[in-house]
């Protein structure tokens, strides 16, 4: 079963910027192969997409943080970046890295972004 191990959240003041990273587990066989997405969840309300990154490094971001959010991957790392600029105070929440499009239960410990002065 692949796993992913989030990090990088921080609490920081509004307008800050933060760097997540994404790293899954030896289980996933051929890291370049799978598109990866990074999700996020705020107290009270359902995890909602964020970014997405597939395996010819296209990228799609929701809305909220386009402009302001970059995914990036290396596939020799096994891990996905999410580069948060200009951050907002709406931006606070658990960011979760899994599959693209993953909707299962299966889902790491995530870290925790807080955006506040």
């Known amino acids: 079963q692949v796993q992913f191990v989030e990090s990088g959240g921080d609490s920081v003041p509004p307008g800050g910027s933060l760097r997540l990273a994404c790293a899954a587990s030896?289980?996933?066989?051929?890291?370049?192969?799978?598109?990866i997405g990074w999700y996020r969840q705020a107290p009270g309300k359902q995890r909602e997409f964020v970014a997405a990154i597939g395996t010819g490094y296209n990228t799609h971001y929701a809305g909220s943080v386009k402009g302001r959010f970059t995914i990036s991957r290396d596939n020799g790392r096994n891990t996905v970046y999410l580069q948060m600029n200009r951050l907002k105070p709406e931006d606070t929440a658990g960011y979760y890295c899994?599959?693209?499009?993953?909707?299962?239960?299966?889902w790491g410990q995530g870290t925790q972004v807080t955006v506040s002065s």
């Open positions: 030896e289980d996933i066989g051929s890291f370049a192969f799978y598109p």
């Open positions: 899994n599959m693209a499009n993953y909707s299962g239960p299966n």
